[in-house]
């Protein structure tokens, strides 16, 4: 009997371990619908809005595990403590742990911006803060806005904004912030539990820490004073029956917060002090000069060592914004010297950001590696050898023809070949020059590997073919460097015509570098595009006074021609058919050219404006388009596709795409648009993010 029993128990466990087999490998069971929801806040130590709050330490629990990402530049605390609190996540739990005291009946802010997000799926909770207060009563009011790029549009994402009570200029390189938050990475902010009263606001890239202005940091300011204050509302909602008639209208009251349309221009004063940074020697004859910012007036250079006889001893190239200066050398004695000093007088910041005029003492040496000296002592010896060498065969030859010698051929031919060896052979100036194709815009133009010295006009030469296929000169105005600074490129200030084919022939020594250098003969053609292969583009920009100039811009964003806004129209012509962009400068004071903002001036950078669709050009087309610069608010006007940054993250654009039948089916015409209610019983505040969600205006 135990036999037996024992027998069907190892069966029972074998039928056992079968079944559990089959289902292991019946396959994985499918997970649930994709999270899309933020994490929730559950309860918190203390209460939210909490008051007499006489702690160090807040806790936080949410409905998941959190995160909390760059805490470090995403979440803020007002008003600053004296030493950044402990913040952490662990679980679903954050805490804050404050280092210092907290200060008396004051509320205190903690800001997490869009810091948190879940676990899994990475869900942002976004605007989400924290309050409590130290005394009896809890500030209640709240600012927003957005902070957007001033020279592009681009929204600023992790730029401090804050607000001041005192209303002093000085306060905002001198005080941290009463109340202060971050941006998002839509460029908004929302400052909240601000105390009643008159405050300026302010963004900064607070690159310190400090929560403090300093002139090299990103700033942005409003030059008037606002007031915190609310507005009550009420809208209406519609429930409609089966059969689409109203069955009952449903009244809910709001509360907005005001101001809540603030926008700040984020620019730079591009303000550097300016100093003498480094010097090196590039080459044999090419000695660096760099400041660390581009100079008022050109820096004035006087050779101290060697001694020299050319008042005129360099050719000046400068680089970047004329902060970066090149001495080409030209003479032969500085050239060959192994240490060259030079006096340089230039300007450079004092200590009380004046300037003034200081003089440096500054040592080229020349730089060579071991083995570089190793193989020109090496080349030099060779030479010697040769040169004595050929000195003795000379000698040779010399005395055998004055013997009368008749054969000396093997002499002569080994002096031939000593000589052919000691001769340096000339080196030729490369120089380039139009080719193949040309646009209608470009003008004649060459381009050598050397600094130009002269150039010789009678030795250029250019022709066009006629249409019976002979070719007629071209009379040339004399080429002119492409800038004032530029030593390498120079261009003939002329028109070319469209639909012709064109040869440029350049004589052999007619350009010269300033080493005295000549290119060899050059011939090239090229024809210049016909005039149906392009498009005109006229912009009637409308709405706005002033002084102005347009920017056409590729699809990339890149910058490719400016013109002047004359009579309201900008007028791009011969256009190549593509897409592209038009950017507007109001041009306050004139000089062509988008000026950045100064705080201490009170002078806010130039505007700008984006016209807000993109523009594809067909061959020989006309376009005008009417161009109202106000149109849309700053924040829409820069096209989605030139835009450099796009805050919609990854689960954004899977719940539309998942959801899109779905959107379609419930966006049916509402006169009372009854979106508003859902999940908004009362408005935040912030204008942007709320009218993107559908909240009531």
Known sequence: MKFARHILYLACLSLLAIAVMACANIGTPEGGPRDYTPPMMLRSNPMPGAVNFKGKKVEINFDEIVNIKDQTTRVVVSPAPKEQPAIRAQGKKITVEFQDELEPN???VIDFTDAIEDNNEGNVLDGFSFAFSTGDHIDSLQVSGMVLRANDLEPMKNVLVGLHSNLNDSAFSTLPFDRVSRTNSRGEFTLRNVAPGEYHVFALRDVDGDYKMV???????????????????????????FD????????????????????????????????????EREGDNKLLVLYSATMPEMPTARVLQPQIYDDNWYKLETREAQDSLVYWLTDSTLIKADTIKLEMTHWATALNDSLELKTDTLTFARKRSASERKQLEKAAK???????????????????????KEDTTDVE?????????????????????????????????????????SINMRGIHLEKMNRDSTWTTVDLPTMQPANQWDIFRYVAPMSLEQNTDYRITIDSLAIESIYGVACDTIRSTFKVKSEEEYANLHV??????????????????RLLRTVDVKDGYADFYNVLPETYFVMMILDKNGNGRWDTGNYSQHLQPEDVFYYHNPIKLKKFSDITLTWNVYEKSADQQKPEAIRKFHPEDRNNKLQKKDNQKKNNDEDEEDEFNS?????????????????KQGAIR
Not at 224 to 241: A, C, K, Y
Not at 266 to 274: A, D, M, T, V
Not at 540 to 557: P, R
Not at 677 to 687: A, E, R, V
Request: proline residues 2%.
């Open 106 to 108: 004051t509320t205190y």
């Open 215 to 241: 002139r090299t940091e990103d700033i942005a300011f409003l030059d008037q004073v606002i007031v915190p204050s609310t507005r009550e509302f009420t809208s209406q909602d519609t429930v409609f029956t």
């Open 244 to 279: 689409q008639r109203i069955d009952t209208i449903m009244s809910a009251t709001h509360t907005e917060f005001l101001p809540n349309d603030l926008l700040l221009s984020l620019f730079n004063e591009e303000y550097k002090s300016i100093y003498f940074r480094k010097n």
């Open 382 to 404: 060779e030479r010697e050898k040769n040169e004595k060498e050929l000195k003795k065969l000379e000698e040779k030859l010399a005395k055998l023809r004055q013997e009368g």
């Open 413 to 453: 031919i080994e002096v031939r070949g000593l000589r052919d060896m000691l001769t340096v052979k000339p080196k030729l100036l490369n120089v380039e020059t139009n080719k193949n194709q040309a646009e209608i815009t470009d003008s004649l133009w060459l381009r050598a590997d050397s600094p130009i010295g």
């Open 540 to 557: 009637h920009c409308t709405n706005f006074s002033g002084l102005a100039f347009a920017h056409l811009l590729d699809k990339t964003g």
């Open 675 to 691: 979106n508003g209610f859902i999940n908004n019983s009362s408005y935040s505040g912030d204008k942007y993010r709320d009218v």
